[in-house]
T-cell receptor
Framework: SAVISQKPSRDICQRGTSLTIQCQVD?????MFWYRQQPGQSLTLIAT?????????ESGFVIDKFPISRPNLTFSTLTVSNMSPEDSSIYLC???????????FGSGTQLSVL | GENVEQHPSTLSVQEGDSAVIKCTYS??????FPWYKQELGKRPQLIID?????GEKKDQRIAVTLNKTAKHFSLHITETQPEDSAVYFC????????FGKGTHLIIQP
């Protein structure tokens, strides 16, 4: 499996501010995704991070709120913009190394918004 | 889009007994079905997966079965141990994974 590093691991933020989460993989991967896991809940796909082009967002998630970058095959960022307490969650980067291979998760970012 | 239902939400079994978690999916085009284990405060870890061209797969104490006709798949854990206590998620995939709501498995000593 790939080594997937995420930072920060946790943060406490004020309402109305923004936080950028970084995801670094130790090798080139085909696909990178961002998931959200609200407290005690399941995993919900936010978007697919596309290298060199705009991310593909799932229903209920928009670029203005969750801008995503993927400048190369090993790195992506997710920004949570204009945060409110409802954004308090764990945000997880995940990767698939090659087509039809398995999906692995990063260590996650625990976000609390006051 | 795909919809995945998972049951039960909580499962308590005696150590040494077997545990079974069941999932159903809605889209017959789904072709990949992984299971993840998530311990408290940790990332989900892939424990076993199955593709739609296979009916059963086993890895030591863990097995997964798939019934494509009925659109359901199950996780079987035999000889349960305390370290099996965790939340387990099933998922189904066409393009990207859709997860079930999770099963909190409790192993009673």
């Amino acid at each position: 499996s790939a080594v997937i590093s995420q930072k920060p691991s946790r943060d406490i933020c004020q309402r109305g501010t923004s936080l950028t989460i970084q995801c670094q993989v130790d090798s080139q991967v085909t696909m990178m995704f961002w998931y959200r896991q609200q407290p005690g809940q399941s995993l919900t796909l936010i978007a697919t991070a596309n290298q060199g082009s705009e991310a593909t967002y799932e229903s209920g998630f928009v670029i203005d709120k969750f801008p995503i970058s993927r400048p190369n095959l090993t790195f992506s960022t997710l920004t949570v913009s204009n945060m409110s307490p409802e954004d308090s969650s764990i945000y997880l980067c995940s990767v698939v190394r090659a087509t039809n291979e398995k999906l692995f998760f990063g260590s996650g970012t625990q976000l609390s918004v006051l | 889009g795909e919809n995945v239902e998972q049951h039960p939400s909580t499962l308590s079994v005696q150590e040494g007994d077997s545990a079974v978690i069941k999932c159903t999916y809605s889209d017959s085009a789904s072709n990949y079905f992984p299971w993840y284990k998530q311990e408290l405060g940790k990332r989900p870890q892939l424990i076993i997966d199955i593709r739609s061209n296979v009916g059963e797969k086993k890895d030591q104490r863990i097995a997964v079965t798939l019934n494509k006709t009925a659109k359901h798949f199950s996780l079987h854990i035999t000889e349960t141990q305390p370290e099996d206590s965790a939340v387990y998620f099933c998922a189904a995939s066409i393009n990207g994974l859709t997860f079930g709501k999770g099963t909190h498995l409790i192993i009673q000593p």
